[in-house]
């Protein structure tokens, strides 16, 4: 029981984070500098992944797996609206 509710935090607090960092890249586009939402964006992907990866590294399961494709999703929302 203590994995779920470790796995349910940490996805709840990582994934707002994810989530936060791509909608602040949307919020952040300068046409002068786009280097800077393009960061965000990108801390974002990171932070997405690494949520699942930890989370499958709760559960004694490789953090390689086709669930790492979860942890893309809000950056490549993101990516829709930067695009």
């Known amino acids: 029981m ?26 952040m586009m300068d046409e002068k500098e786009p280097g800077r939402s393009w960061g965000l964006w990108t801390m974002g992907l990171v932070v997405g992944v690494l949520v699942m990866g930890g989370v499958r ?17 809000p950056a490549a929302i993101g990516a829709y609206f930067l695009i």
């Open 2 to 27: 203590q994995r779920w509710i470790l796995t349910g935090m940490l996805g709840t607090f990582g994934f707002s984070i994810a989530i936060s960092l791509s909608y602040s890249a949307m919020l």
């Open 57 to 73: 590294l709760i559960h004694d399961r490789t953090p390689l797996s086709w669930w790492l494709v979860l942890g893309v999703m």
